[in-house]
């Protein structure tokens, strides 16, 4: 045999920045998933699905990372070369779907959305390429109620899950005063984001895993990360950049006196000035709440990253006595992304929560996760009884009650017992040719019997445990219903 066509056998790995989510996580995301879905009902919000795939077209180039290939999404042509592309968030199909069937929606619509999301961007620790996310959105309204209502879902999902307001921490801030700050630094026309505004508002949305030096080296030439990677800067000047800063260290926590300082800072600029007014009408509104349920402060240091936001921005910090999971929510109003489609203004907002930080941490920190996903495992004592075994499995699965019947090799029972350990199983049932001829079968209270295990020292005291027991054929499903409500 010529070695040289002998064939390599793939590595089994996954991609870089993806990766394999195994039963008992899946099962937690579900839960939580359940919860968040419940908050959105409970606020209105009827459920959208899209498709994974949208055209390019129909996405457009809104994505933090502007210089990477194919502007950050995975994207491929089609057998008519046509560009489609995996969604990269789960607003930009909105934009898209409400625009082609707006003629039997109902405004302001109001939706919920929730699935996986791609991005073609460099992973790292707890970045992937692959993750989820749980939307809601109201589109046709400019209502500034609506970007307050976005940040009370937050509030109320986080205290769903278990969360209390020192948990977490909700940053307002409003694209439309920091366009007022570029014209007060003189940065071209801010009432149209240009590619050095652009730059300027992902060096600024940085600030919290760079710091200020960082952002000021992307303000200015550029930055060099660790990888050795470069950065292309915004090239500002010594004014503007010592400007912008200091309006990133505006911080106080009385919001009203935060927008006084902002309002200096900004001057006359119009634009700048409308927003300081929409920022100041969510504070009011947030503030009329229960000031227990809600946790939130201005800071002018949050824009978000996308490039299709156009006025009140947030995102939600959590950080509990344990562990800092950083942002796991954001979101803001996009008063323009309907348009591309339309040619009409349609005033939209809209939050979205990531949730695999949040499933990540719950699952951690929740000792729910030690129930196994077998509540019984039937044993396999002699195949010619192979029937026997079937009905019984059979009749518990009817019941509600998960069971798993070995397909193992039965030869040795020890196997068993060590698979159903691994299974987390609560029970095993026993049965050999002497049970089924007495119409019994045997019990094995797994957990009980390995609490027992470590104070049990000979064959007579294993005798006496009451670890198994028998009970009557018939009798077994409701026996089983007992000891699992117990």
């Known amino acids: 045999m010529d070695i040289s066509k002998k064939k390599s056998r793939p590595k089994a790995i996954t991609p ?27 606020y209105g919000f009827e459920r959208l699905e899209t498709p994974a795939v949208e055209t390019v077209d129909a996405l457009g180039k809104f994505l933090p990372d502007i210089n990477r290939p194919n502007e950050g999404v995975f994207a491929w042509q089609d057998e008519n070369e046509s560009w489609l ?38 992973p790292g620790p707890d970045r ?16 500034f109620m609506a970007d307050a209502e976005m940040c009370f879902i937050v509030f109320d999902v986080l205290k769903e899950l278990g969360f209390s307001t020192s948990d977490y921490s909700t940053r307002i801030s409003n694209r439309k005063i920091l366009s007022g700050l570029f014209q007060a630094v003189k940065l071209e026309d801010a009432t149209i984001l240009s590619d050095i505004e652009l730059v300027v508002f992902r060096a600024i949305d940085k600030l919290d895993r760079l710091g200020l030096e960082g952002v000021k080296n992307l303000l200015a030439k550029g930055r060099t990360d660790s990888s050795g990677d470069f950065t292309e800067g915004a090239n500002l000047s010594a004014f503007q950049i010592d400007t912008i800063i200091s309006f990133l260290k505006i911080t106080n926590d009385d919001p009203y006196k935060t927008l006084e300082e902002m309002r200096y800072l ?10 300081i007014s929409e920022l100041s009408n969510i504070t ?41 999971l950083g942002s796991i929510s954001g979101g803001g109003r996009y008063d323009d992304l309907v348009s591309r489609f339309t040619g009409q203004k349609v005033p939209s907002t809209g939050v979205s929560i990531g949730i695999d930080r949040l499933v990540s941490y719950l699952y951690e920190s929740d000792g729910d996760n030690e129930k196994g996903v077998v509540d019984v495992l039937v044993t396999v004592m002699d195949k010619n009884l192979m ?55 045997q019990i094995k209270d797994l957990k009980l019997g390995s609490k027992l295990a470590d104070n049990i020292s000979t064959n007579e005291e294993w005798k006496e445990q009451p670890a198994q027991f028998p009970v009557k054929r018939e009798a077994l499903t409701k026996k089983i219903l007992e000891l699992l409500k117990r």
């Open 16 to 42: 870089k920045g993806f990766r394999d989510n195994f039963h008992s996580y899946l099962k937690k995301r579900e839960k939580v998933l359940q919860k968040v879905n419940r908050v959105y009902e409970l």
């Open 85 to 122: 592309a995996l969604r990269y968030d789960l607003t930009a199909p909105l934009a898209r779907a409400f625009s082609q069937h707006r003629n039997t929606l109902h405004v302001p619509f109001k939706r919920y959305s929730f699935g996986p999301v791609w991005r073609n961007e460099k």
């Open 128 to 143: 992937f390429r692959e993750f989820y996310q749980f939307d809601a959105d109201i589109v046709g309204t400019s209502s």
């Open 266 to 275: 900004i001057g006359g600029s119009e634009i700048g000035q409308q927003g």
């Open 284 to 324: 009011d509104t947030l503030l009329s709440k229960d000031i227990d349920s809600v946790s939130f402060k201005i800071d002018p240091s949050v824009v978000r990253g996308l490039a299709y936001y156009t006025g009140t921005v947030f995102e939600t910090e959590l950080s509990t006595a344990t562990r800092s």
């Open 387 to 441: 029937k026997h075994y079937i009905k019984i499995a059979t009749e518990m699965r009817e019941n509600g009650i998960n069971t798993d019947l070995y397909v193992g090799n039965p030869k040795d029972f020890g196997k068993q017992m060590k698979y159903a350990d691994l299974r987390g199983a609560a029970f095993a049932i026993v049965a050999g040719t002497n049970e089924i001829e007495a119409d019994i079968v």
